[in-house]
Each structure stands twice: as C-alpha cells, then as structure tokens.
C-alpha cells in the first residue's frame, strides 16, 4: 500500500501526461515559454483571482509573498505553531520574528483567539511591530479566514495564506488561494496538485504586487532580465512541470477532488466514535492532503504507527516537534500553545489519494481498531 499513490495516479493519467510532456521536448522551450503562461492562467481562473505568477516551490512562493510587502527587521509575523517549517522559515530569513500561536484540536488551523492573543502581546511589549499572518491551510484545510480576515483588518495586517498543502480546499464555494491578499501553494509531488519535481505559485488579485513579484522571480528584474532594478532571485517554475501540472490540473478539478472527500467520507464512517476525527465546518470543503486521526496518547499514537507499519500500511507524523521547540527559532517568540503540543504527541496520517479504494481503507481501518 502507498501513502500517496503516485504511481497509480501516473497509470490513469499516463497519456494526457506524456503528451504534455512530448509537446514540451519537441518545442526545445525548456524554460519559460507557452506551458507556463497557459498553466498560470488556468491557475488564476481555478483559484478565482486576477493574477498566479509560478516560481521554484512553495517555499519561494511564501517568501515572494513578505518580500512584496517589504517584510524584514523589526517586524512581527504571526504564524501558527503547528505546521511545517517552511511557514516560519520565510519569516525569519526576511530578518522578521516569526510569533507562533496555537492551533485549533479539531481543524488542527490557526485557532483566531490565539492569534489575537498574540497580536496583542506584540503590541503590549512594544518591541515589534505586527505586519502580516501566515495563517496555514493544513491537511487540505483552509483556515477560519472570516475569522482571520476580521482580526488582520482590525489590526492593520496583511494576510499570506499558505495553501501549500490546501489548493482545492474551498469555503462557501470560494477555492483555497483566494483567501489572503496573497496566496502561495506548492507542488511538491505529494500535495494535492504535485508535479513531478519542485514548483511553487504565488496568487494575488493587486496589480502592483503581481508586477513585483514578477520582478523578484528574475533576480529583481526591470525591463528585461539584465536590467535589475531589486534584490530578487531566481525561481522559476520549468516548462515540463508545467505541462505536467496542466494534465494534473484536468484530472484535479474534474474529478480527483470530490474522488478524495469520498474516500475521506469512508475513512469518517468507519472510524467514527473510535479515534479523534478531523472536523470539516460548515461550509467548508477540504482537499485531504492527509486524512489526520487523533490518537490518546503519544504511547498509543506510536503503538499503532509501529502495528500499521508491521502489516505494510504507510503513515506518517505531521509534526513531531512544534515551531516554536524548533532549533533554529530558539529562543522564540510566541504564546505557550497547549493545543499544538497535543497534536504533536497524538496525530497519525493515514493513506490517502484520489485513487485509494474501499478496501484499503477498510484494510487500514481494521488494522487501527486492533490497536486502540
């Protein structure tokens, strides 16, 4: 069994993928070219925003994200505690101070009172200054961003959603990316929409940040590429992943999404009542990057994860460790986040992929009930 099942997902799609592919090789365009400005214009449109500029990963993406607004020294950046690292990361190496708050048990996202909690502290101590919120879409999740929305508008914050692992993900109909004044995803291979390699989007509807953004794509360029007018750097998203994210994209939208809230829907049937379940809230659709149950304890958590993997059943632990205890933020700025330090003792990821079927599901279930 496969915890994301790449594989079968290349079988179904093999032909549309190769042909994309073929046409990439037989133009010689291996950077830049017709793939990728089609590709971020079917992006655009699927998100719903004016402007999605491709670069190298999602990481970059993020970064693009500060940099536009001029991110650096002196500055708070809010940023959930339960996440990956990446998240963090961009804030910090902008000379920022990454504040980490908690999360919410049942969503595992940004909880909004800790966030304002945070906010307010920052002020209260009058050491940094609040800028913006990378408020984290998790396992296909989007934030509460009403909520969210509501504080970075009282407050006078940007807000940069992190869709790495939530592109597809909606609320009330609005898709995941759309939500911050910029959005960023990944396509790493194992995200909802992956290519087959590294790449990042960065999603925005301001003209003048899309042109910035542009320009710090290309090491700061102006005019052309040898008239540098910034600090940028050079991330690009190339021609062949693009044609492969083009096919992906297809297949995403017509059917992978609502093929994997059913298997979602199965995996919630039948573990109902048995483990902590992630909680989707009205009105909200997730794109399952991880199907994510709560265990009772870190002994238990960990018993299971052995006993699965002992029968050749793949899972995973999203995150071990919070933000905060990371080495590289050490001493770090934040709130005590009682929340992410239980998730990091009990979470479990579970396979999941559009192409899961019935039976390994209930195959992995019966496995778990075994255990607890």
Not at 15 to 32: N, T, Y
Not at 82 to 99: D, M, R, Y
Not at 169 to 191: L, Q, V, Y
Not at 341 to 370: F, G, Q, W
Request: aromatic share 8%.
């Amino acid at each position: 069994m496969e915890f994301r099942d790449l594989k079968k997902q290349y079988r179904i799609l093999k032909d549309d993928i190769d042909k994309e592919i073929a046409e990439v090789l037989a133009s010689g365009r291996f950077i830049g070219g017709s793939k990728v400005s089609e590709l971020e214009q079917e992006l655009a449109d699927y998100v719903g925003v004016k402007h999605c500029i491709s670069c190298g990963n999602g990481t970059d993406a993020l970064q693009l994200g500060l940099m536009a607004w001029g991110i650096g020294e002196g500055d708070a950046v809010f940023v959930p505690d339960f996440t990956f690292f990446s998240s963090g990361e961009i804030v910090a190496a902008l000379g920022a101070a990454p504040f980490f708050v908690d999360v919410e048990e049942e969503t595992y996202n940004m909880d909004p009172k800790s966030l304002e909690e945070g906010i307010e502290k920052v002020l209260a101590e009058g050491k940094l200054t609040p800028k913006a919120i990378v408020s984290v879409d998790l396992f296909g999740l989007p934030a509460r961003f009403p909520e969210i929305r509501a504080i970075a508008d009282r407050y006078g914050l940007k807000i940069l959603e992190d869709g790495a692992q939530g592109f597809g993900g909606e609320i009330d109909g609005k898709r995941a990316c759309s939500f911050g004044d910029i959005g960023a995803t990944s396509f790493f291979p194992a995200k909802p929409l992956g290519c087959y390699g590294d790449g990042g989007a960065v999603f925005t509807d301001d003209d003048r940040m899309a042109d910035l953004i542009r320009s710090f794509c290309v090491h700061g360029k102006g005019s052309m590429k040898y008239d540098n007018v910034r600090i940028g750097m050079n991330s690009r998203l190339d021609s062949i992943q693009a044609g492969i994210l083009k096919a992906k994209l297809r297949a995403f939208e017509a059917e992978e999404v609502d093929l994997v809230n059913k298997a979602a829907d199965v995996y919630t049937e039948l573990l109902e009542g048995k483990v902590g379940l992630p909680v989707i809230p009205e009105g909200y659709r997730s794109s399952w990057a991880q199907y994510t149950i709560r265990l009772e304890s870190r002994e238990k958590r960990d018993a299971v994860q052995v006993a699965l993997k002992e029968v050749g059943i793949p899972t995973m632990i999203y995150y071990p460790k919070p933000m905060h205890e990371q080495k590289a933020f050490v001493p770090a700025e934040g709130l005590a986040c009682p929340v992410t330090a239980k998730l990091c003792d009990t979470v479990l990821s579970l396979p999941m992929h559009p192409y899961i079927e019935r039976e390994e599901i209930e195959e992995v279930v019966r496995n778990i009930l075994k255990h607890i």
